[in-house]
């Protein structure tokens, strides 16, 4: 293993253990040169997992994209890093289980949704903005008035959006945004 301070390929391993999830070895290496230590990380190589978009097109799933959609959303809210990453965890884990090297992207989104609408609505809002591409104010609306009328865990996941409407104001939505 190379050394990271003198680039010397010499070095020998001074401690080996499973990592905190168990997902890797952890080893601590001396260099035989400079004698500095430092960590190396053994992972299983997974096989790529990709997604199919809308458009038919395939691309890689990575982690990181995941994981800035969910800080874009969340932005300035009160959300740890550490939950955004648990969130990607679990899909990225759910995914593999299935062993099936292709998904569809808008699974991916579901499974985002899902988890965003019980830690947080205003982050489940934006990220459903991007997700589902509003075309305008009404259908964000829609999506803002069903976590109102239905808050976190008490929806089915199956159930239909739809935007609610009273019948005695002709048909104007319920929520008074931008009024």
Not at 41 to 59: F, H, S
Not at 71 to 86: G, H, V
Not at 91 to 108: C, D, F, H, K, W
Request: charged share 35%; with cysteine; hydrophobic share 30%.
């Amino acid at each position: 293993m190379k050394c990271p301070y003198c680039s010397q390929p010499e070095s020998k391993v001074v401690d080996s253990r499973d990592s905190e999830t168990g997902e890797a070895i952890r080893r601590r290496r001396e260099c035989l040169v400079c004698h500095k230590r430092f960590t190396t990380y053994e992972r299983v190589e997974a096989v790529p997992l990709w997604l199919v978009k809308k458009d038919g097109r395939r691309e890689e799933f990575r982690r990181q994209k995941l994981l800035g959609g969910l800080i874009n959303a969340s932005t300035k809210r009160d959300i740890a890093t550490s939950q955004l990453e648990a969130i990607v965890d679990d899909i990225e884990n759910q995914l593999r289980s299935r062993n099936v090297t292709e998904v569809r992207s808008r699974e991916v989104g579901e499974m985002v949704m899902q988890h965003l609408r019980g830690l947080d609505e205003i982050a489940y809002v934006r990220f459903a903005s991007v997700y589902r591409s509003f075309k305008d104010v009404e259908q964000m609306r829609a999506t803002i008035e069903d976590v109102l009328a239905n808050p976190p865990g008490t929806r089915p996941p199956e159930a239909p959006r739809r935007r609610r409407r009273h019948a005695d104001d002709g048909g104007e939505p319920s929520l008074p945004i931008g009024k």
